[in-house]
């Protein structure tokens, strides 16, 4: 069986300071600080030939496709340029077999210069949860790079975005438990 607090972290930015990657990790702190394991890859752990020619046996990609099988969720961490997640998120997500996420929890955190950006996410990120069978797909968080100031090229996570961060970590932790009560025991039986 499956680590019932396991959580699967993608990046979809190339850009290691991004600030959609920046929030996914400080997402991860607050999912670990819930005592919720998780495990983070970002797009820039492929090889980029092996995603362009979809070489199923990278060693990367057998280890992503592995984890995603084996945890309860995925929470998607994607810069927004032209109304979607990016492009190098979507030859990650095209690696992971149709039925990995089945039944499992999604969340995406978008960010995005213009809040414009954001017209057609949720029905990006809503036709992939289709595609994959999310079980539960949880309220995305959607930031305009003004609400995220950088300092020395860090984000600074306070007031209302600490908000969002803590409330989504709290719905993944309350998703995992809630599935958790649903799974029959085996020593039950």
Known sequence: MANPAHVVLLAGSPVESS?????????????????????LFSVRDFDARALLLGD??????????????????????????????????????????PDALVGKFALAIATARLPEHFASLEQGVGSLYAFFRIARALESLRLSDEQLPLHEGRLRVHGQVERQLSEAARAIAQTLAASAALEPRAASR
């Open 56 to 97: 199923v046996e990278a060693p990367s990609l057998r280890e992503l496709r592995a984890a995603v099988r084996a945890a309860r969720g995925i929470v998607l961490a994607t810069p927004v340029y032209k109304a979607t997640y990016s492009g190098a998120l979507k030859l990650v997500v095209d690696q992971i077999e």
């Open 19 to 39: 600030r959609s990657s920046q929030l996914l990790a400080a997402l991860g702190e607050k999912l670990r600080d819930a005592a919720v394991s998780t495990e």
